[in-house]
């Protein structure tokens, strides 16, 4: 193996999952992109739907360890998604008075 390959690890349902949901995190803007790009929330819309996907073509032909994987991680991606499209709070000022 020369010094620029690295070893992947092995393709499995687990990989698959992770990967979408790091690739979601990317685009939400809680991971920062390693190329310094900046979050999309279109993107990122677009690889939760890719999960919603998986799981309902996988349907019943899941180990419960993957289920609840699949399952966690659209909840936990969804949840992230409404918070990124919330505008952000504007800063408490203090008022001295």
Do not use: W
Not at 17 to 31: D, T
Not at 35 to 60: F, N, P, S
Not at 63 to 81: A, G, I, M
Request: glycine share 4%; no cysteine; aromatic share 4%.
């Amino acid at each position: 193996m020369s010094e620029h390959e690295h070893k992947l690890p092995a393709a499995s349902f687990e990989f698959l999952v992770l990967s979408l949901k790091v690739q979601a995190e990317i685009h939400l803007g809680v991971i920062p992109a390693p190329d310094g790009a900046e979050a999309d929330i279109h993107i990122a819309r677009h690889t939760i739907d890719l999960l919603k996907v998986l799981q309902d073509k996988t349907k019943g032909n899941l180990s419960l360890e993957e289920q609840r994987l699949l399952d966690n991680t659209l909840t936990e991606l969804r949840f992230r998604f409404i918070q990124a499209m919330k505008p952000a709070a504007p800063a408490q000022t203090e008022t001295n008075g």
